[in-house]
């Protein structure tokens, strides 16, 4: 069981930055691939950026990249997710989610392949 926990979400304005942070529970936080997805008001959850227990593996869709960076610090049981050039339609609730993998380069992009999740921190974007 891997417990997560978000932080960092709050409102800025169009073009700022931020950076959302995801401390996991447990040591073995490196034997797990990470990602980051996103909800709306009123609209499905989204894939946003995913990263190899490793850290050596990224993924982006396709709204975010080039703005947002995931990494990971597996010294410190965190994953980070740093965004730039905020846009309005990047408001929503960020979540991160873990997954065991035995590989070192494996992420994954869809949501039901992560049994672990934490509860989420508002980014809220003013245009």
């Known amino acids: 069981q891997v417990q997560l926990a978000e932080s960092g979400g709050e409102l800025v304005q169009a073009g700022g930055s931020l950076r959302l942070s995801c401390v996991a529970s447990?040591?073995?936080?490196?034997?797990?691939?990470m990602g980051w997805f996103r909800q709306a008001g009123g609209k499905e959850r989204e894939f946003v950026a995913a990263?190899?227990?490793?850290?050596?593996?990224?993924y982006y869709e396709a709204s975010v990249k080039g703005r947002f960076t995931i990494s990971r610090d597996n010294a410190k049981n965190t994953l980070y997710l740093q965004m730039n050039s905020l846009k309005f339609e990047d408001t929503a609730v960020y979540y991160c989610a873990a997954v065991f993998v035995i590989s070192t380069s494996t992420y994954y992009t869809r949501g039901s392949d992560y049994p672990y999740w934490g509860q989420g921190t508002q980014v809220t974007v003013s245009s």
């Open positions: 990263i190899s227990r490793s850290g050596g593996n990224t």
């Open positions: 447990r040591r073995a936080f490196s034997n797990h691939a």
